[in-house]
């Protein structure tokens, strides 16, 4: 990074001052931000940023920190300050011979220039000022009778950061003329020493301001080069392409540098020494491609922060007022860092929200806006975001609403709910209302009703099934919700007015409970074919099925025959432990001989008939697959060892789909040659029974944590499975973090070369989560000399294990990680 040349600021000051203390040090900081790069020098304050609390430091060391400095200001209220030393003709206070000996400086040449600032005391009439306000008067009378010294008053803090940024910001200025015209150079301040003589002539301001030295040098070097072609190899030529594309006007492109050329600067970047335009563009860059973790980013961002700068800083400008593509990335890298609401320079977070509401955004970059606020703001920037949003359109203005419950939904369900329903939003992101309810017990039963009012659909289900749970739903209420517009809402409104003795027809019901959709998802116009949905009818009867005897279930299953499917389902399911031996003796044959009763059974009922008999037959094995997945998975829920080979011989010889009680059972009792037969069971076509159940089990996790399970001893082997890419990610997914960290570095290696681009993200995050920074920088190191094959998604994210400090660089991966599915 570039080293500007420093310029030294002393502030001096009695006590009584800590506001103005540390708003000098961030305004400070902020002008250091926002112009030291075009300014080529760095502000640095002395005085009150040395001093450590509760330890008074001796005049003298003040002294020799202001004898180094070239500017001196003086901040006074009501205290004067005390004497320091003892010597009765000696100064009366330390202030006061900090300001002498800043005028004397000034009269030697050795010091440019000083101001004071007197903050206001309202003394109140008849009052007399106490001896030390009285010296702070006298000083300024005495100030403004030899109109000697610049000085202000002021009367608030904003108005004193306005004075001091103002100065800095006059001083930042007559630096640069000083500097660049050349007379005082070698004794006004520290500076960067410049490129050699005999690489580059830096007579030419103009050069320097165009190019930082260590590009000037680099360029230097090329053009003395022989014009041969081996004298220059592609690290120069991606470097070159790294200077152009950092260098630019208004009127030029505005261009990154190439993915190969990004990634062979960073595989080669011991070679050279790189300037602050140089980083910044490499930066750019990486937010870029940050929608595809592509080339690297988290190198030049640590690299930027030198002397304690914010390795965000560019990612904040870009957030701000990057173009569409620019700001979606800084967002989604700000988010993972779970920075605040981002500000920048003399840019406030009010200056921010104004600029993201009412800039020129479409709606993919204001929704980017809105996850971002929904993620990463905080409960007190609530009243800034309402007082801004309040003149956005209605349809913007809602969806900023949206994000405010989100916000409120981090820290209070009850004010996040009352929000919602206040001010009536319709739309509601799965993920807050899933905080919202993230911890049921702390909400009460009223709140939970008026839910039941709200617009938002998953809202008001979880609120429901909640209240079912709670047996809260009042007869009115569970009425009303059958004509609800969210199915799954009727589902659990059925189920409590039959709990409540009042249920619903078979005429209702399926009104209720059954939907009309299309075939096909992709076809949308009146003429796509349409079928019905009857998957919550389903259940509700499956349901009632599970609440009847044994008796009755048996009267059920041999009404309908070889094709009492659901039924038996319902039978095996409720009543497992009484009916294990039947169930184990339909699954040693897959139910053939059952069908074949069935068969029998309908045919002596019926008497015999070809037609009927070739339908049968085409059912058979869907029928048969089907009565077999309802009784593995009873069978499972038992949890005994012994039936492990008969669920072995099941999964073997007849087509079953995976449920959560045939994976525990797996496993828990399986072994490594089980492996298969949990890649080959079915992914859960069959409607989950239960009340509150809602949604479909993941079953490519279940089947991993199974994998895992019987691979505990072998994860070496379970790395190399062959199986469906979604399976594959989710082992990584679930693979304990102290697994992975046992593993040699040359298994870690391979799966940063799998060919599932997911899934070396997934396994590279989990690295960072798991290893060492020192490891993971040995394992980078490694993986970049590997000539045959390397992605660079996996460069991206073992670097930001390498790059940043341990904690954020876990915190970034464990965020990221819950975007990659």
């Known amino acids: 990074m570039d080293k500007f040349k420093v310029i030294r600021i002393f502030i001096g000051s009695p006590g009584g001052l800590a506001e103005e203390r540390e708003a000098a040090l961030k305004v400070l900081d902020e002008v250091n931000r926002a112009n030291s790069e075009h300014w080529q020098c760095h502000f640095k304050l002395f005085g009150w940023e040395n001093t450590i609390p509760g330890y008074v430091r001796p005049q003298s060391k003040i002294n020799e920190d202001l004898d180094k400095c070239k500017y001196f200001i003086g901040v006074l209220w009501n205290r004067w300050g005390s004497k320091p030393s003892t010597d009765p003709d000696g100064y009366t206070s330390g202030f006061e011979e900090e300001y002498v000996r800043a005028e004397q400086r000034i009269h030697a040449g050795q010091m440019k220039d000083l101001a004071l600032y007197f903050k206001h005391v309202d003394v109140p009439t008849g009052f007399k000022p106490d001896d030390e306000l009285e010296k702070v008067i006298t000083f300024r009378q005495k100030c403004i ?29 007559q630096e640069t003329e000083i500097f660049a ?5 070698n004794n006004d301040a520290e500076q960067t020493p410049p490129p050699t003589a005999d690489a580059v002539d830096t007579s030419s301001s103009t050069d320097y301001h165009l190019l930082d030295p260590e590009a000037i040098v680099f360029l230097s070097d090329i053009c003395k080069r022989s014009s041969d072609w081996d004298q220059t190899q592609p690290f120069d030529v991606a470097r070159f392409r790294l200077i152009a594309s950092a260098v630019s006007r208004q009127g030029n492109d505005d261009r990154p540098i190439g993915n190969h050329d990004a990634n062979l600067i960073y595989r080669f970047a011991e070679d050279g020494t790189f300037s602050r335009q140089e980083y910044r563009a490499l930066v750019d860059c990486g937010i870029h491609g940050f929608e595809n973790q592509n080339v690297p980013l988290w190198r030049w961002l640590a690299a930027s922060a030198v002397d304690g700068d914010d390795p965000f800083e560019r990612v904040r400008w870009h957030a701000i007022v990057g173009d569409k ?52 703001a905080r409960e007190e920037d609530i009243p800034l975001i309402d007082g801004i949003s309040a003149s956005l359109s209605e349809g913007r203005k809602e969806k900023v609403e949206a994000a405010v419950v989100g916000i409120l939904a981090k820290s209070s369900a009850i004010a996040a709910i009352n929000r919602v329903l206040s001010v009536g939003i319709s739309l509601l992101d799965s993920d807050v209302v899933g905080a919202i309810f993230s911890q049921p017990e702390l909400l009460d039963t009223g709140t939970l009703i008026e839910c039941l009012a709200a617009k938002p659909d998953n809202l008001r289900l979880e609120a429901a099934k909640l209240l079912f749970l709670r047996d809260e739903i009042p007869l009115d209420q569970a009425q009303a919700l059958v004509s609800d517009g969210s199915l799954e809402i009727r589902f659990v409104a059925a189920e409590r007015l039959r709990k409540l003795g009042h249920p619903l027809s078979a005429d209702l019901l399926k009104k209720a409970l059954t939907v009309e959709r299309q075939r096909n998802a992709l076809l949308f116009n009146a003429f796509a074919p349409r079928e019905t949905d009857s998957t919550f009818l389903n259940r509700y009867e499956f349901n009632r099925l599970s609440e009847m005897t044994l008796q009755d279930l048996r009267k059920e299953t041999y009404n309908n025959g070889a094709l009492a499917g659901r039924d038996l389902g319902a039978m095996y399911k409720t009543y497992a432990r009484t009916l294990a031996p039947e169930i184990r003796q339909n699954l040693q044959d897959g139910f053939a001989a059952y069908y074949a009763d069935g068969i029998a059974t309908m045919e002596a009922a019926l008497g015999p008939s070809a037609t009927r008999s070739e339908q049968m037959r085409k059912l058979e094995d869907f029928t048969r697959n089907t009565n077999t997945t309802y009784a593995l998975e009873a069978l499972c829920s038992l949890g005994k060892r012994e039936d492990l080979p008969l669920v072995r011989q099941v999964i073997d010889t007849m087509k079953v789909d995976a449920s959560d009680s045939v994976l525990t059972f797996l496993g828990k009792f399986g072994q490594w040659s089980d492996v298969p037969r949990i890649s080959a069971l079915g992914d859960g076509n069959q409607a989950p029974s239960g009340i509150l159940i809602t949604r479909m089990p993941s079953m490519p996790e279940n089947k991993a944590a199974a994998i895992v399970a019987v691979g505990k001893e072998r994860v070496s082997d379970v790395l190399k499975l062959t199986v469906d890419p979604s399976i594959r990610r989710a082992i990584a997914r679930v693979l304990p973090l102290v697994v992975i960290s046992r593993l040699n570095d040359d298994i870690l290696l391979q799966q940063f070369n799998n060919e599932d681009d997911r899934y070396r993200v997934i396994f590279a995050l989990k690295c960072v989560l798991a290893l060492s920074k020192l490891r993971l920088k040995a394992l980078l190191d490694r993986y970049l000399t590997v000539e045959d094959k390397r992605y660079y998604n996996s460069v991206h994210w073992l670097d930001l294990g390498r790059s940043f400090p341990t904690d954020l660089a876990r915190t970034i991966a464990r965020r990221h990680l819950l975007t990659v599915f």
């Open 145 to 173: 009778d030899e109109k000697r010294p610049f000085f202000k008053d002021f009367s608030d803090l904003n108005e004193f950061r306005d004075l001091v940024r103002e100065k800095l910001i006059e001083i930042g200025w």
């Open 181 to 185: 015209d050349g007379s005082q150079k």
């Open 325 to 376: 593509q620019e700001q979606k990335q800084a967002l989604k890298i700000l988010d993972r860092a779970a920075q605040p609401i981002p500000a920048l320079s003399d840019l406030t977070v009010r200056d921010t929200l104004n600029a993201w509401f009412f800039g020129e955004k479409d709606e993919s970059a204001f929704t980017a806006i809105l996850q971002f606020l929904t993620s990463n």
